[in-house]
């Protein structure tokens, strides 16, 4: 939980997008829709609905790099807004905010004198005789028998 702490002090997500987002081409097609190309392939992005065609922003809620390029595209400073609210880092720091007291050691353990007593389960055998015969795969090749008379 600590370890989660300090990595959420210094925690950015939107950082490791902005390094190649100006390879992709942005066709605006309203005012919150666009088509997203990148090496012969395309998504269309709507802000609005928070949707990608890729579908990784609807899967996952946090925008793909196809909707963040079209953020840029936009100039809207205000990332936020599309990220879901539960991805935020300040509801990343609520969750590990609580403390977890140490666990005390085995004979700091309350002891509880109970008259029950637990007996192991009873293992039912199925019906007939075990099984004796190897079962062999598929694959395997079968050994050919000879008669005992003739020896063909």
């Given at each position: ?131 004796k015969n190897i079962i062999k795969l598929n694959d395997e ?12």
């Amino acid at each position: 939980m600590d370890k989660k702490r300090r990595l959420l002090r210094k925690w950015k997500y939107f950082e490791c997008f902005v390094s190649n987002l100006s390879e992709y081409e942005i066709c605006r097609s309203g005012e919150n829709r666009a088509e997203v190309k990148h090496t012969d392939q395309s998504w269309e992005v709507s802000l609005d609905e928070r949707t990608c065609t890729c579908r990784r922003w609807q899967v996952k809620g946090i925008p793909c790099p196809h909707a963040a390029a079209f953020m840029i595209f936009t100039r809207d400073a205000n990332w936020e807004i599309y990220v879901y609210s539960y991805f935020t880092i300040e509801e990343c720091k609520l969750a590990y905010a609580l403390e977890i007291a140490p666990m005390p050691t085995k004979d700091q353990w309350v002891y509880i004198d109970t008259d029950e007593k637990i007996y192991p389960l009873t293992i039912k055998l199925p019906p007939g005789r075990p099984r004796k015969n190897i079962i062999k795969l598929n694959d395997e090749t079968k050994k050919r028998q000879k008669c005992k008379r003739c020896g063909e």
